[in-house]
């Protein structure tokens, strides 16, 4: 005889299990920061990113116009910090422009790295822009050449932002040192774009910090779906009639049958010709119209001639009024 093999009990999983289980699949779990109940979401995330993408490659030809020399820049990702975490994964020494973004409220901060800032310097003035640059602040000249950069960036970012927010963005200030920018509060929840900046084949990473709190109402109103014009709602509901119209049309198999009938496998397994089974189905109750196992009406039992019919004496609607 061949042993019957009985499946194993089921045990609760352990809260350990799952955690090596998560572990084995690659996904880890993500803290929750209550200071920030209000989370950038996947739409307002792909809303910044057609706008960012195309302030990457306007910095791109800007640079490339200013130094004569091939640049690209690409968007490497957008994220939400405090502006605190984001001042804190700055260098020490950058160069930090504070940008004014009326009629956003607070102010943003475009880093540009102080190698970048120096090499550019380097290739206006005529020099081989090469890796070997002072780390210092800028002197009133190199401030005047470099600003021209600036300006013209900040001009392709309100560009840029134009489908979200009617912005003009201006020069309010320059800081060497992040964390004497001031440009928000440590806490304040702001968005951080990190783009990839490659003069010359070499990569540098270029920041840009926007207020959370005035961009949030700009995202949704970005992201919400247009407006239905009059012509276009005349379409639309043309279109459901015709649909509906067509449903109509469409067969679909409907049976009628009696209630349930449960029996012990000990009776189905002696069934015979000529047997005679009791139904649970009783004899003054109407028969069940059913589509996809969903009772929508009730029937008795009849005939049309030579064919068996069913006369339909309610519906599930006139049920559930009743």
Excluded at 5 to 22: F, I, K, Y
Excluded at 28 to 35: G, K
Excluded at 130 to 138: F, G, K, M, T
């Amino acid at each position: 005889m061949t042993p019957v093999q009985t499946p194993a009990p089921r045990h609760p999983v352990h809260p350990g299990a799952r955690a090596r289980r998560r572990a084995r699949s690659g996904a880890e779990p993500t803290a929750y920061d209550f200071r920030r109940p209000i989370q950038l979401s996947r739409e307002h995330t792909r809303v910044l990113q057609v706008a960012l993408d195309g302030f990457a490659r306007q910095m791109g030809t800007v640079f490339t116009a200013a130094l004569r020399a091939v640049c690209t820049a690409e968007l490497q990702g957008i994220a939400q910090q405090t502006y605190g975490e984001h001042v804190d994964a700055l260098d020490t020494m950058t160069y930090a422009v504070k940008v004014g973004a009326e009629p956003l409220p607070g102010l943003g901060l475009l880093e540009l790295p102080l190698p970048v800032v120096m090499s550019a310097i380097d290739h206006m003035l005529g020099g081989p822009g090469s890796d070997d640059q002072p780390r210092r602040p800028l002197t009133e000249i190199e401030g005047s050449v470099v600003q021209g950069i600036v300006s013209r960036l900040l001009a392709e970012l309100g560009h840029s932002l134009a489908g979200i927010v009617d912005v003009t963005p201006t020069l309010v200030g320059i800081e060497y040192h992040p964390q004497l920018a001031q440009a928000a509060a440590p806490g304040d929840a702001v968005v951080v774009a990190g783009f990839d900046l490659v003069i010359k084949d070499r990569h540098h990473r270029v920041t840009l910090c926007l207020p959370f709190a005035g961009l949030h109402p700009r995202l949704v109103e970005a992201a919400a779906p247009a407006p239905v014009s009059d012509h276009e709602r005349v379409q639309r509901n043309r279109s459901a009639a015709l649909v509906d119209r067509r449903f109509q049309d469409v067969p679909v198999d409907a049976v009628v049958r009696f209630r349930p009938t449960r029996l012990a496998p000990d009776a189905l397994t002696h069934l015979a010709v000529g047997d005679v089974v009791r139904l649970s189905h009783p004899s003054s109750a109407p028969l069940d119209v059913v589509v996809a196992d969903a009772t929508f009406a009730h029937a008795t039992a009849g005939s049309h001639g030579a064919r068996l019919a069913a006369l339909v004496v309610g519906t599930a609607a006139t049920k559930e009024n009743a």
